[in-house]
């Protein structure tokens, strides 16, 4: 069973960046479609950014195209968010997520019903 754990939300003024990370154990680079996904008070979870099964294809929702990107290390235990350009509609608890899967492009990992969760970073973004 992979665990996960988040870091590196924090409060920054729009415009800002900030780089999530996510510890991934038990992390075999071809059996899972990883994520991140984000909720705001009051509203509905969000998918934001995706990644295949092979650490190469992406798949980003549209609120944050060109802005954020998703990557994990080569050695494979970690999981990045990169987060540019901030926002104050990015403030929302965000999490990373992961469910084993055959091999998955980022935009088919979309579709996915993810199983594993960490316990989420808040980024706070002011105006």
């Known amino acids: 069973q992979v665990q996960l754990v988040e870091s590196g939300g924090d409060s920054v003024q729009a415009g800002g960046s900030l780089r999530l990370s996510c510890l991934v154990s038990?992390?075999?680079?071809?059996?899972?479609?990883l994520a991140w996904f984000r909720q705001a008070a009051g509203k509905e979870r969000e998918g934001v950014a995706f990644?295949?099964?092979?650490?190469?294809?992406?798949y980003y929702a549209d609120s944050v195209k060109g802005r954020f990107t998703i990557s994990r290390d080569n050695g494979k235990t970690m999981l990045y968010l990169q987060m540019n350009s901030l926002k104050t509609e990015d403030t929302a608890m965000y999490y990373c997520?992961?469910?084993?899967?055959?091999?998955?492009?980022?935009?088919?990992?979309?579709?996915?019903?993810?199983?594993?969760w960490g316990q989420g970073t808040q980024v706070t973004v002011s105006a």
């Open positions: 038990d992390y075999a680079s071809s059996r899972y479609c």
């Open positions: 990644l295949g099964t092979g650490g190469t294809s992406t």
């Open positions: 997520a992961a469910v084993s899967s055959t091999y998955s492009t980022g935009s088919q990992c979309v579709r996915k019903s993810y199983k594993y």
